[in-house]
């Protein structure tokens, strides 16, 4: 789980492959007469940590190998597969994951479609004032609320929202086109919100690559598409593989994208697993769908090291 | 049209089309929130402050925007205190177990929010420590999933500082808590602050958390709108929504006269 999250939340893969190399620096003289007074700095998050997120992940998990008992929250302490036998034989309950990972796949590769022409553009704006602009713009589009988005984009995606609206009134449709409350809408939504992740995660590579590895493809004659095929996508492939994966992972576990954009008819597993708890107290079974949903995420996780390491040679 | 000004403009056409994904949701937010009319036609039916001053006598959406403002303030000041000190001790130790404590601390941002706030939902009720559906409760949520950005903003400071700065200090004379403070806590003071921001925003519109650990008085910006949107389109929500985006536009500007922000995307190690 180590190296997973750092590569994946990592903007700069360059970084993220010599990630090791850094962090194992050797660390410079002391500090507040001994380093070995410093510990002390860091028990109080430790110490929330333990109780408020190490103790709690723990005790789902526990609660997702208990016997189900409707309306019982806390675990007895059983250790049964009950929950994940029932997950494997009830359809419903094993297409909402494939699902999961259908809409995020695609959102994910679509977000990379969209992010890459404008990471490309900002890792190459020199000029400080738009570079600036332009990040800014980036960055508040990622630290907006995403329920406000969704907001925005219901309003333009709606049967008598902005697009529908206005073309029923000028007469080119006689019925809304489905943009929202299906698996499209849910797409739509989660690439918004998730873009800037991915534009982010390319800034970084797109910037480390130096320019003269395209001006001497120029050099040589080559056209700025060939350049930018043969020497800026391939070298930018980890930033990609990390954005993807970074995509990915918030497009599954995203509850409000799926039950407003795709209002309650798109089963992805973080709705089912709200609906089997909040509608009908099975505790254990909705611990066991979470569960399932970090499988998943752990799973991506592993392809892509896998990928990753295979692309760089396993230099990682 | 020769080859490279097709290329380039291939690149801006995508950058359009990326910055229109972006911004057109932002944009339709304003206009629902400044229409004259009920609901937002195209073209927009003349602009109005009325859905702005029903925002401002709203019984619902004041007092979430409210309530956020005065969640994500304590989340940040107690965020922003235990994530530096920790910062400090991570970049500077030789500890083995570092490592795997930065992973800890940093896991939140990639664990799905439903799932943590369910996690502490039930470990509060099985504790009974009275945090269930209580302040404390929800505000235990936002520090632990904003703390990672302090920890990862102000890292990336600590590991790019000169500590041979610090060191002239101490050979001046200065004691090592004073050369902390004097030359350290300055140098990296912008990070600190860029991180507070950071953690201020992400609770400010922080959702998933409130699934679980909301209640109908403990209520956050997100949360209501959410109710709101389940139902129907209030313009009163979009206005509500206005405010939001005028706080985080204020905060990236303000985040940009601090820290440089390429190189605070660069810099800023959310790893492991």
């Known amino acids: 789980m180590n190296r997973l999250a750092q590569d994946m939340a990592e903007p700069d893969p360059a970084r993220a492959l010599g990630g090791a190399l850094s962090a194992s620096r050797a660390p410079g003289p002391a500090f507040l007469a001994g380093r070995n007074r410093l510990w002390w700095l860091a028990v109080p998050l430790a110490i929330f940590f333990v109780f408020f997120f190490v103790i709690p992940v723990l005790v789902l998990l526990a609660n997702a190998f208990d016997k189900p008992a409707a309306g019982s929250v806390a675990p007895a302490g059983d250790f049964v597969l009950t929950n994940f036998q029932r997950f494997l034989r009830l359809p419903q309950y094993y297409n909402s994951a494939l699902l999961t990972i259908y809409v995020s796949f695609i959102s994910s590769i679509i977000a990379a479609i969209l992010g890459y022409p404008l990471a490309y553009l900002i890792a190459k704006t020199e000029h400080p004032a738009w570079n600036t602009f332009l990040m800014i713009l980036v960055l508040a589009s990622m630290q907006l609320d995403g329920v406000i988005r969704l907001y925005g984009m219901m309003v333009l995606l709606g049967d008598n929202g902005l697009i529908n609206g206005t073309l029923i009134r000028w007469n080119y449709l006689s019925e809304p086109l489905p943009l929202m409350y299906n698996i499209f809408g849910v797409v739509v939504g989660t690439v918004q919100i998730t873009l800037p992740f991915m534009v982010l995660s390319l800034i970084g590579v797109i910037r480390n690559i130096h320019p003269s590895f395209q001006e001497a493809a120029r050099s040589l004659g080559a056209s700025p598409w060939w350049a930018f095929r043969s020497i800026t996508l391939p070298l930018t492939m980890p930033g990609l593989l990390a954005g993807t994966l970074l995509v990915f992972a918030l497009a599954s576990s995203s509850y409000v994208v799926a039950a407003l954009m795709g209002g309650w008819k798109v089963w992805v597993l973080p709705v089912q697993i709200f609906e089997r708890i909040s509608n009908s107290g099975q505790w254990q079974f909705g611990a066991a769908l979470a569960t399932i949903l970090l499988v998943i995420n752990v799973a991506a996780v592993f392809i892509y090291q896998a990928a990753s390491s295979r692309m760089t040679g396993g230099r990682t | ?272």
């Open chain 2, 1 to 272: 049209m020769n080859e490279p000004a097709r290329f380039h403009w291939a690149v801006w056409l995508g950058s359009i089309a990326a910055l229109l994904v972006l911004l057109l949701p932002v944009v339709i937010v304003v206009l629902a929130g400044l229409t004259a009319g009920e609901y937002l036609t195209f073209p927009p039916q003349g602009l109005s402050l009325k859905w702005v001053i029903a925002f401002l006598q709203s019984a619902t959406f004041l007092p979430a925007y409210l309530f956020s403002l005065v969640l994500a303030t304590i989340t940040m000041v107690i965020a922003c205190i235990i994530g530096t000190m920790a910062a400090v001790y991570l970049t500077r130790t030789r500890f083995w177990g570092a490592k795997l404590m930065r992973g800890i601390f940093m896991t939140p941002i990639i664990l799905p929010g439903l799932v943590l706030g369910l996690a502490l939902y039930v470990f509060y009720v099985m504790t009974d420590l009275g945090l269930a559906r209580s302040f404390a409760g929800l505000l235990i949520g936002h520090v632990l999933v904003t703390t990672p950005f302090v920890l990862a903003t102000v890292s990336a400071a600590l590991v790019g500082f000169d500590r041979s700065l610090e060191e002239a200090a101490r050979s001046l004379g200065a004691g090592p808590l004073q050369a902390f403070r004097l030359v350290t806590l300055r140098i990296i003071a912008p990070a600190i602050s860029a991180g507070a921001i950071f953690a201020f925003i992400i609770s400010f519109g922080q959702f998933d958390l409130s699934l679980y650990l909301g209640t109908p008085n403990l209520t956050n910006l997100p949360y209501a709108m959410y109710i709101s949107l389940r139902y129907k389109f209030e313009p009163t929500a979009a206005a509500a929504g206005i405010f939001a985006i005028a706080l985080v536009v204020a905060s990236m500007l303000l985040t940009a006269r601090l820290v440089n922000l390429g190189k605070l995307v660069a810099n800023t190690r959310l790893r492991w």
